[in-house]
C-alpha cells in the first residue's frame, strides 16, 4: 500500500497501550515496518495490540500486568530486544498458541503459506 497524507499525521498517544509503545518502539524499527506493511503507526499499534490481546489469558490478567507484559511482547516481538522464547516463558504459553500468521503481516515479513 503506498504511503499517502495519513503519513503527515504526527501518532499522538490515546491511551497507556500507547504511551507504552511511544515509550518501547524506535523510530528507526518503525519506520523499518512501515515501509514494509505501508500501515500507518496508529494502524500499527491496533495490530499489535489486537495480537496481543489475543494471547491465550492475556484479557485475564490484571490491567497494571497487562501493560507491563504489553512492554515484555513489545521489547521482544517487535524491538527484538530479547528471544521470543523468554516472552512466551514470561505470559506463560506454548509458542504454538501464539498467532504467527498475524505477527508476520504486522511485522510486514513474508510467510508463504503459513497458517
Known amino acids: 500500500m503506498p504511503n499517502d497524507d495519513r503519513d503527515e499525521i504526527e501518532f499522538e498517544p490515546r491511551n497507556r497501550y500507547d504511551a507504552v509503545w511511544e515509550d518501547s518502539v524506535s523510530q528507526y524499527i518503525i519506520d523499518d515496518i512501515r515501509e514494509k506493511t505501508g500501515f500507518t503507526e496508529?494502524?500499527?499499534?491496533?495490530?499489535?495490540?489486537?495480537?496481543?490481546?489475543?494471547?491465550p489469558g492475556i484479557t485475564e490478567t490484571p490491567r497494571s500486568e497487562r501493560?507491563?507484559?504489553?512492554q515484555d511482547y513489545l521489547d521482544s516481538m517487535v524491538e527484538g530486544a530479547f528471544k521470543q522464547d523468554r516472552f512466551f516463558e514470561i505470559v506463560g504459553i506454548d509458542r504454538?498458541?501464539?498467532?504467527?500468521?498475524?505477527?508476520r503481516e504486522a511485522m510486514g515479513y513474508p510467510h508463504g503459506n503459513r497458517k
Do not use: N, T
Not at 501493560?67 to 504489553?70: G, R
Open 42 to 55: 496508529r494502524e500499527l499499534v491496533q495490530e499489535h495490540l489486537s495480537i496481543f490481546l489475543a494471547i
Open 67 to 70: 501493560y507491563e507484559l504489553w
Open 96 to 103: 504454538g498458541d501464539f498467532d504467527w500468521h498475524a505477527w
